[in-house]
């Protein structure tokens, strides 16, 4: 139940609502709201709505019911609200660290336009990440802290991939298009926490790595495996490896001559945001590629 170090959302008097305490929040005026549209906001209240019934519904927690009824209206108004910031909750402190990295990942897709490109795929992320810390914070209920959990890192998965798409159409077709231009292009492509199998948004950018690598010519490609600093050096050097041949492999199924690929790992010695050891972070857990005609090098 969200405790009273967590500040309310206040709402304006022009909905007719006495709010900022849950007894006195008009929660039949929630339940009778519809909000029809297309955009991000309209898509959060809808979610919003859905998380905050429930909370009051199925679990009786009046408190989080008001505080996620309050965002509801917020969305519906058009003002589209954060998602939670972990430093207002009371979090199990092992936890804290993916929660971190989660909120990371979704605010750099937010921050990329997934609201406005993909609104109900974006909707679903905050929602469910929000759930996911209200939740943890409650940590008593596990079939309910996964349910949330797993549908975040769903929904994150669609926009991963629809981002890596994006990026690489967007990043491929002028190199091949205009001659004499610099043909070198550079790809990122992430990984999970300590795994080291490609996600579903890999796979638009070993297509146009692929694409880039079969155009002719004396054309090289580098893959360099990094990993974050969770976790011992040596293991993280073996993790970045892996990665690195990770996606190697799939080059080489895609067409790409094994020749004409150069594999390095760097372990957690080349961060691309710096980081207190030990920190995970979503943002340093990554293949870095790099395709370059001969006569650029």
């Known amino acids: 139940m969200r405790k009273p170090l967590h500040g309310p959302f206040l709402i304006t008097a022009a909905l007719g609502l006495l709010v900022g305490c849950d007894a006195t929040f008009d929660y039949d005026t929630l339940r009778t709201s519809a909000v029809s549209g297309d955009g991000f906001a309209p898509a959060l209240s809808r979610e919003y709505k859905s998380f905050a019934l429930f909370e009051t519904d199925e679990m009786m927690d009046w408190p989080d019911a ?64 929000d759930c996911w810390v209200e939740q943890q914070e409650e940590n008593w209920q596990t079939n309910h802290i996964a349910l949330c959990r797993d549908k975040f890192y769903g929904a994150m998965k669609n926009l991963d991939q629809r981002l890596a798409a994006a990026d690489a159409s967007s990043g491929l077709e002028p190199a091949m298009a205009t001659s004499g231009e610099d043909p070198t292009r550079n790809f990122v ?75 390095g790992a760097f372990g957690e010695n080349r961060p691309a945001v710096p980081t207190g050891d030990g920190v995970p972070d979503m943002r340093n857990r990554r293949v870095e590629v790099t395709v370059e005609l001969a006569s650029t090098r």
């Open 66 to 129: 008001a505080h996620f009824g309050e965002k509801t209206l917020l969305a519906a108004k058009g003002t589209v609200p954060p998602p939670e910031k972990l430093e207002d909750w009371r979090l199990p402190a092992e936890h804290v660290g993916e929660l971190s990295t989660a909120r990371s990942r979704l605010t750099q897709a937010l921050d990329k336009g997934a609201g406005q490109r993909w609104p109900n795929d974006a909707a679903v992320a905050q929602v469910s990440f």
């Open 189 to 263: 492509v992430p990984f999970e926490f300590d795994s080291a199998e490609l996600n579903g948004g890999a796979e638009a950018t070993v297509e146009a790595v692929a694409r880039m690598a079969k155009t002719g010519g004396d054309v090289w490609v580098t893959v360099g495996g990094h990993a974050d600093r969770a976790g011992a050096d040596p293991y993280n050097q073996r993790l970045s490896l892996r990665r690195a041949e990770a996606l190697t492999q799939s080059l080489i199924a895609k067409g790409v001559p094994a020749e004409r690929i150069r594999v």
